[in-house]
């Protein structure tokens, strides 16, 4: 039976007074990602807002175990967690890497792309708003085009974005999926989904940022909806090579069209001096990628 | 490659690597992570054959950097698993942040720095610079002067660190011992057994009972949830020189029972050589400190009364017994295989630091020797005290900076 | 006042509710549910729980009625904006000043 809001387990691993801020789809992100592993969990997190999420010592908001480590080295921790859990013969527990953007797309792309390639058996998790949040919003290699960030401040960013999860499904790993924080029963249902296969796993979850990228806190969940309603962002999962498309995004594809992706980005301050020329272009870049993501769905 | 000889049963000839990763296998290692560079890719190697042959049970990790080597231990050890990783010079200088992380995170990782110059510009050969520059990083730090000291401080690096809860580095020099095949007696495996009791963990990482580890800390105390005032940074950060301060007991107690179990005791922070009755003192590290020994010798032959302390544990550094050790010294000549530039050698600075404020008035003069695999041989030594001997009439220190045996 | 009571070595954070203070007092306003809106309510059995469902800090609870603990509540307002059944209305702080829960 799918998961809904009045079946899904009541637990919570995310304890009440945190130091998110209001509307912060992260925090709800791994609200949802904790209780589809039922708290079975050794989770690894680098500098990051998640690190300030799980709090400061000697407290945390987080009631599963959980190991910092530095900005570069989360899929290499995560590697060290499952080795010594094997070595030490326990089992049942996931390792669950999480960290954002700029933890995954740079700084930590390294250790991401060779844990992938020996295989490690961990679910890595990238939470993607599009900027070194943390830190004060600076550009990292998830801000789009046109962004206007702390180190991008007048001109905007002039490079697109890159695709984190096409790169890790260029990696041949058994399960690679995308979600967004506005979809909670899909993220549900994809990290459930993971946590049985074995191998390494990876899940890209769009975070949208209200302080970031200059939106109403209230507004976190319908700016969520909208960057999949244009296109932005295009839920799938792919296992072992098969192509799905999934939740909104299949919806989308079989019965509508996208919605033009102006719509959502004039929603954000962060856009606010994007030229047309890179309207356009992004717009290209959304169609392109939305044909290729039609063609390839074994579902439509 | 390593043949047994006939005469005893656990005497083996050994390169200093073989040696090292003897000394692994021998304690049981659990998780393992490496990544190869030069002079050190042979432990690596060796360590995959025991893995892959059944003769070590141990997890492998071919990770692709050091930086992520060193992660892989630290999470591995945080589970509660021994581990292991060894490098040398770019390898130590890629993990830095890791090796802050390790120490401040209390966790019993044992690594072999196989000592080689830092680039740039490149060069693969032997010199201290590598783990010197770490010394501030707050681990354990041992010097082997050859390879049958490699082997047995390996194992003692396990009880060390597991006793203490600090990390420990091993460090030999490439090449001259990395390479350089000695005899080497080889501990059974029941007698390791016997010294190294199993890994117990002060951390957990358990569902039932959950804890996240190294939060952000902030400045101050802060309350926990019972009441209790808990530790800001800089008191985590005490305790951690407090545990360093106090390892001395560890070190020699552990150096005692090693040698009450395998016959070699390591019961001090250096070796001394001739202490007694010198008023000259060599101070030397790692292999440097077997050729400082037979440069005492040339010396003595010369009539003078020539010691040598040879370093053996750099962190923490034995100040009291440095100091005990130099009492009768006049001219005390340090040799430095590293140099902290814009000063002088390392050694020679915790030298000096040991002796301030007693009534040791001895001259210390600084060489720099043995730079990227610069050979240093006896007779060079020899010719450094003799023409320190000179210092010792004009007394004082007559040079801001050290000199250096090169060829400028 | 010393630390020596604390027997870390390490930092070992445990867990705890308002480890940020206590955030409902971050908050410009507040939510409220009209009752006789409320699906699960009117309905009188479980069904919706889209606020439940939503809530980033997880302060509402999935009861009947729906109860929201406002010593946690940041007042983001999301719950306002998914309730299919405008239900929830977000109320100006300035207008009311409550404690404890609702």
Not at chain 1, 52 to 64: A, D, E, F, K, R
Not at chain 1, 237 to 243: H, K, L, N, P, T
Not at chain 2, 237 to 242: C, D, W
Request: glycine content about 8%; charged content about 20%; overall charge neutral.
């Amino acid at each position: 039976m799918k998961t809904n809001a009045v079946n899904m387990t009541e637990k919570e691993y995310l304890l009440p007074g945190n130091r998110t801020c209001p509307g912060c789809a992260l925090s709800l992100a791994y609200r949802h990602i904790l209780k589809a592993l039922e708290g079975q969990v050794i989770a690894t997190v680098p500098a990051s807002c998640l690190t300030v999420l799980h709090g400061m010592y000697p407290l945390t908001s987080v009631t599963v175990p959980c190991v910092n480590t530095p900005f570069a080295s989360t899929a290499a921790s995560a590697t060290g967690l499952v080795a010594g859990l094997k070595a030490l013969g326990r089992e049942g527990l996931t390792v669950l890497a999480i960290a954002g953007d700029g933890g995954t797309h740079d700084i930590g792309i390294q250790a991401l792309s060779a844990a992938a390639e020996r295989q490690n058996d961990f679910l890595y998790i990238c939470y993607d708003n599009e900027g070194y949040m943390n830190t004060g919003n600076q550009r990292s290699g998830s801000t789009p085009l046109g962004a206007i960030s702390g180190t991008t401040p007048i001109l905007g960013k002039q490079q697109n974005q890159k695709d984190i999860t096409a790169i890790m499904e260029a990696h041949g790993i058994p399960y690679v999926a995308t979600a967004n924080a506005s979809y909670p029963l899909d993220l549900y249902e994809k990290v459930k989904k993971a946590r049985g296969v074995r191998g390494t796993r990876f899940i890209h979850v769009f975070t949208p940022c209200p302080p970031g990228w200059s939106f109403s806190f209230s507004d976190t969940i319908r700016i969520g909806k909208l960057a999949v309603e244009t296109g932005w962002v295009i839920l799938y999962e792919v296992e072992d090579g098969a192509f799905r498309l999934t939740s909104a995004s299949e919806s989308i594809a079989k019965k509508g069209n996208l919605r033009p992706l102006r719509e959502y980005l004039m929603e954000q301050g962060r856009f606010k001096n994007i030229t047309e020329e890179q309207i356009n272009e992004l717009q290209g870049w959304v169609n392109a990628r939305w044909k290729r993501c039609l063609d390839r769905a074994v579902n439509l | 490659m390593s043949r047994k000889i006939t005469r005893k049963a656990s005497g083996w000839i050994l390169d200093g690597n073989h040696a090292a990763a003897q000394g692994v296998k021998l304690s049981r290692v659990q998780v393992i992570a490496a990544y190869p560079i030069t002079p050190q890719s042979p432990v690596t190697e060796t360590l995959s054959e025991f893995v892959e042959g059944g003769k070590l049970d141990a997890e492998y990790i071919a990770v692709e950097s050091e930086h992520s080597a060193l992660a892989v231990c630290t999470s591995a050890s945080m589970v509660g698993a021994r581990t292991f990783t060894a490098t040398s010079a770019h390898g130590l200088a890629y993990m830095h942040e890791m090796l802050h992380w390790a120490a401040g995170a209390r966790l019993p990782v044992v690594l072999a720095c196989v000592n080689r110059a830092m680039g740039a510009p490149w060069n693969v050969l032997n010199d201290q610079q590598d783990s010197i520059s770490q010394r501030d990083t707050g681990w354990i730090q041992i010097y082997a002067r050859n390879n049958q000291e490699i082997i047995d401080s390996v194992i003692q690096a396990y009880k060390i660190a597991e006793s203490v809860y600090v990390p420990v580095m091993v460090c030999y020099d490439g090449y001259v011992l990395s390479h350089t095949e000695m005899p080497v007696d080889v501990p059974s495996q029941e007698n390791v057994d016997r010294f190294l009791p199993p890994y117990k963990p002060h951390t957990i990482l358990d569902p039932a009972n959950p804890k996240n580890y190294n939060l952000v800390t902030l400045a101050n105390p802060r309350v926990n949830a019972e009441g209790v005032l808990c530790h800001g940074y800089m008191e985590l950060r005490y305790l951690l020189q407090e545990a360093l301060q106090n390892s001395r007991e560890t070190i020699i107690r552990a150096g005692q029972e090693f040698g009450e179990l395998f016959g070699r005791s390591y019961a001090n922070m250096f070796w001394e050589d001739r202490l007694d009755d010198a008023d000259i003192v060599i101070v030397a590290m790692g292999s440097l400190a077997m050729e400082a020994i037979v440069a005492a010798d040339m010396l003595r032959e010369a009539g003078h009364k020539v010691g040598v302390l040879g370093l053996r544990v750099f962190r923490p550094f034995p100040k009291a017994d440095v100091l005990k050790a130099l009492k009768k010294s006049r001219l005390v000549v340090v040799f430095d295989k590293n140099i902290s530039y814009g000063l002088e050698g390392a050694t020679c600075s915790e030298i000096k630091s040991a002796l301030y404020g007693s009534p040791i008035n001895a001259v210390i003069r600084n060489f720099i020797v043995g730079l990227g695999g610069r050979d240093v041989k006896a007779r060079e030594l020899v010719a450094a005290v003799n023409k320190s001997l000179s210092s010792l009439k004009e007394g004082g220190l007559t040079q801001e900076y050290p000199e250096w045996l090169c060829a400028i | 006042m010393g630390t020596r009571d604390c027997q870390h070595i390490c930092s070992e954070s445990s867990p705890a509710i308002g480890e940020a203070g206590t955030t409902g007092e971050w908050r410009d306003a507040f939510p409220v549910i009209d009752q006789e809106k409320c699906l699960p309510v009117r309905q009188n059995k479980p069904s919706c729980f889209l606020c439940w469902l939503y809530c980033p800090d997880a302060v509402i609870s999935r009861t009947i009625p729906i109860r929201i603990n406002m010593q946690y509540c940041k007042g983001c307002g999301i719950c306002a904006q998914v309730c299919p059944a405008c239900a929830i209305t977000m109320v100006n702080e300035e207008e009311f000043c409550p404690s404890g829960t609702d």
